[in-house]
């Protein structure tokens, strides 16, 4: 496990390039939304992953939506990483997690490299491009950086960008962010667990593996040319909720020898066998925010047997990080199985 | 902030959206930085790899211009395949390793798309051997192909003609089409002093020397498995 002052500074280095403290609140994702709903695993699930929510009985599960930016400021409308973090409640009293966001690749392969993230992509003051200097972008067949938003005034864009030109190993990641968009529902969107688990299956046989869940209702984004709403995404998922469930299918796809295991700035290439591990279907957003959504504490190393993680030093890192996070705005404790 | 925007800063917003930026763009931009960076084509193919899944339902794009470049060319065309309907039903349950073929005429230009298991090589090779007359029919027609007709006669010599007309695979990642252009170029630093606002040019100037390209490397609802897996998982025998 990675120490627990290591832990204490990656949580610090995210609160300190906040534009306010969040105190009681994550420091990012700190806008979401709590959701009930169930798991159905597949008939197939089994064979691959004996944990027990494949063996398809239905399981209760909490999720909570959020949109990736720190800060109390509610932009939904903004392109932002989105965030699906789901609990699934065993029979037996435990609960295994499985955190995922919209951004297929992270953008770092380790702490070392989170720190020097973190130092070169400080907030900074973000304005609108000059014309002349878009001029010249568009004479050299480059794309200009987008206009802020209304009242955004702060960015991490550029040195993000000055990061990826760094090091080509965040460059895919980086991108994905730039061109990430805003989804038009929270339900509307794919939801990545970036790092790589491994899976028992009934025959014995250990996996390496990946998790998706995949909107049934399809993705779709706003109009990024449109200019972007603040506040929707809440209401429409309850206004959804209310009419119909909405549903997700995780897939989960196998690794090969070769494959990249323990980096998740690595993609696996879409050649690799997906297997359907069951439905997820939520059915209304929870009465209690506070206990469904604020104070409930995931984290992606909270797994059952049959499930295990890999060696990821950023899945690693994040057992502590969350941890210390959670410890910070006093959300529930996190239980070792 | 919107509030804050001029005249002219509106006006740079819009330019790149209309067409008439783009077509001047084309002709003065982009032959501009093709002269100051010149780009080599990226050689067409799947890219190499010994993993399983990457060697199952591969993807050949062909795009071959006709010779006679009329609709008595295409007509041409379509007949050599319809003629040989049976020997290429033959070929396809006799060599075992294709998920699909297609032929598709494109303007002037006969197109086979195929997706099939293994080794680029040998799946020509075996054609050449079952179906080599399909394969002269075709080639006959089309720009270029009479040097390596009969395929019989010129094995090597049309697996790399076939090779050469390979459609590039762009990846599906953005940033891999960077590694490849970095792989041709024999640059292999994992980091270094990129500029990654250049990817839109790096793109333009690619698809400016390879202009046809098949997009990202197939979208498959059933990946990493063989026709051999299919067939003996359905039951249909071989």
């Given at each position: 496990m990675v120490d627990a002052s290591v832990a204490k500074r990656l949580v610090q280095a995210i609160i300190d390039n906040l534009p306010e403290p969040v105190p009681g609140?994550?420091?990012?994702?700190?806008i979401g939304i709590g959701v009930k709903g169930e798991f159905v695993a597949s008939d197939v699930a089994r064979t691959y992953c004996i944990a027990?929510?494949?063996?398809?009985q239905p399981v209760p599960v909490s999720v909570r939506f959020s949109n990736g930016?720190?800060?109390?400021?509610?932009?939904?409308?903004?392109s932002d990483v989105r965030g699906m973090a789901t609990r699934f409640h065993l029979p037996d009293g435990r609960g295994t997690d499985l955190i995922a966001t919209?951004?297929?690749?992270?953008?770092?392969?380790n702490v070392e490299d989170f720190f020097e993230f973190a130092d070169v992509a400080k907030l900074e003051k973000y304005e609108r491009r000059a014309w002349w200097r878009k001029l010249g972008d568009l004479l050299q067949l480059k794309v200009p950086p987008r206009n802020p938003y209304p009242?955004?005034?702060?960015?991490?864009d550029a040195g993000a960008l000055r990061y990826a030109n760094r090091h080509r190993f965040a460059q895919l990641g980086i991108f994905q962010v730039s061109l990430i968009g805003a989804p038009?529902?929270?339900?509307r969107a794919s939801y990545h667990a970036v790092h790589t688990f491994w899976v028992t299956g009934s025959d014995g046989a250990r996996r390496p593996v990946r998790f998706s869940w995949q909107p049934v209702a399809g993705v779709r984004n706003t109009d990024p040319k449109a200019v972007p709403r603040d506040k929707y995404l809440f209401e429409e998922l309850k206004n959804r909720l209310r009419r119909w469930p909405a549903r997700f299918m995780l897939m989960m796809t196998i690794g090969e020898a070769?494959?990249?295991?323990?980096?998740?700035t690595k993609p696996w290439p879409g050649t690799r066998i997906r297997v359907v591990m069951g439905t997820l279907t939520l059915i209304k957003v929870a009465e209690d925010q506070e206990a469904?959504?604020?104070?409930i504490s995931f984290n992606p190393c909270r797994l059952v047997p049959g499930i295990e993680v890999s060696a990821d030093p950023i899945l690693e890192a994040r057992l502590g990080a969350y941890e210390v996070s959670r410890e910070m705005r006093g959300g529930c404790p996190f239980r070792w199985r | 902030m919107p509030g804050d925007e001029g005249l002219l800063d509106r006006v740079v917003d819009w330019l790149p959206k209309t067409l008439v930026f783009k077509r001047v763009a084309s002709w003065t931009l982009v032959p501009l930085w093709a002269r100051l960076t010149p780009v080599k084509p990226l050689p067409g193919g799947?890219?190499?790899?010994?993993?399983h899944g990457d060697n199952v339902q591969c993807m050949m794009n062909l795009i071959m211009p006709l010779k006679v470049k009329s609709p008595i060319g295409r007509a041409e065309a379509a007949l050599a395949i319809a003629q040989n309907k049976d020997a290429i039903f033959a070929g396809l349950n006799n060599v075992g390793t294709v998920h699909f073929a297609r032929f598709v005429i494109v303007g002037d230009n006969i197109c086979m798309f195929s997706v099939y298991d293994g080794d680029f090589t040998n799946y020509i090779r075996d054609f050449i051997a079952t179906i080599g007359s399909v394969f002269n029919a075709v080639v006959e027609l089309v720009e270029g192909g009479d040097d390596v007709i009969p395929c019989e006669e010129n094995v090597e010599a049309f697996i790399q003609w076939v090779h050469e007309r390979d459609l590039y695979q762009v990846p599906d990642t953005a940033t891999d089409f960077l590694r490849d252009q970095e792989a041709l170029n024999g640059e292999g630093a994992?980091?270094?002093?990129?500029?990654?606002?250049l990817l839109p040019r790096k793109l333009v100037l690619q698809l400016r020397a390879n202009a046809n390209v098949s997009l990202g490397s197939g979208y498959r609802?059933?990946?990493?498995?063989s026709v051999a897996q299919v067939r003996k998982q359905l039951g249909l025998g071989w």
């Open positions: 609140k994550r420091p990012v994702h700190t027990e929510h494949f063996k398809g930016l720190g800060g109390l400021e509610q932009h939904d409308g903004w919209t951004l297929g690749e992270f953008f770092v392969r009242n955004e005034t702060v960015s991490v038009v529902s929270y339900a070769g494959d990249a295991l323990d980096d998740p469904d959504g604020e104070r | 799947p890219h190499l790899s010994f993993q994992v980091s270094g002093n990129d500029d990654l606002t609802a059933y990946p990493g498995f």
